[in-house]
T-cell receptor
Framework: DADVTQTPRNRITKTGKRIMLECSQTKGHDRMYWYRQDPGLGLQLIYYSFDVKDINKGEISDGYSVSRQAQAKFSLSLESAIPNQTALYFC???????????FGPGTRLTVL | GEDVEQSLFLSVREGDSSVINCTYTDSSSTYLYWYKQEPGAGLQLLTYIFSNMDMKQDQRLTVLLNKKDKHLSLRIADTQTGDSAIYFCAESADTGRRALTFGSGTRLQVQP
């Protein structure tokens, strides 16, 4: 079984809709991250969380919100989706003694 | 700020060696990483090097770090068609957020 899972894997939605992407991990890591990947670009950090009560904005947090429901779960929401949020979204986790990050398989989101 | 740069594309013949290069700007980088992304998949950690090392070898992979020039390279010996993917360089600076800064990725194409 995968250590970091994301649901859904693919989603097509319309402008203005609210969307939630979910991430779960079984690695027991405290730190969790959401990244966005656009074609030809690297990954950009949206939000990160060091534990359930510690959530921080990344470089491109505008238009997004997150919720850390438990140590193992970190969800990303688009309150009102817009077409330029069409991208591949990755969740990642890392442990307490290293910055090495482990990624989920990604969610491909298309906003029409 | 932190910046990581890579060339966009590399084409090699099967059996040859591949060398993927990366430059970074943050002199406080503690770890440097190489991730591999196959089509439709998430990022897979290939290897990493601590900033006080200058070389690390792991089977067909050799990582070279020139800290003075802030240059990192990944050499893949005896490149196979299964090595075709996008390779991302990433750095972890000693910042509070403990997130990674990624390059835009190098697409490696291996020709039979």
């Amino acid at each position: 079984d995968a250590d970091v899972t994301q649901t859904p894997r693919n989603r097509i939605t319309k402008t203005g809709k609210r969307i939630m992407l979910e991430c779960s991990q079984t690695k027991g890591h405290d730190r969790m991250y959401w990244y966005r990947q656009d074609p030809g670009l690297g990954l950009q950090l949206i939000y990160y969380s060091f534990d359930v009560k510690d959530i921080n904005k990344g470089e491109i947090s505008d238009g997004y919100s997150v919720s850390r429901q438990a140590q193992a779960k970190f969800s990303l929401s688009l309150e009102s989706a817009i077409p330029n949020q069409t991208a591949l979204y990755f969740c990642a986790t890392s442990g307490p003694s290293t910055d090495t990050q482990y990624f989920g398989p990604g969610t491909r989101l298309t906003v029409l | 700020g932190e910046d990581v740069e890579q060339s966009l594309f590399l084409s090699v013949r099967e059996g040859d060696s591949s060398v993927i290069n990366c430059t970074y700007t943050d002199s406080s980088s503690t770890y440097l990483y190489w991730y591999k992304q196959e089509p439709g998949a998430g990022l897979q950690l290939l290897t990493y090097i601590f900033s006080n090392m200058d070389m690390k070898q792991d089977q067909r992979l050799t990582v070279l770090l020139n800290k003075k020039d802030k240059h990192l390279s990944l050499r893949i010996a005896d490149t196979q068609t299964g090595d075709s993917a996008i390779y991302f360089c990433a750095e972890s600076a000693d910042t509070g957020r403990r997130a990674l800064t990624f390059g835009s990725g190098t697409r490696l194409q291996v020709q039979p």
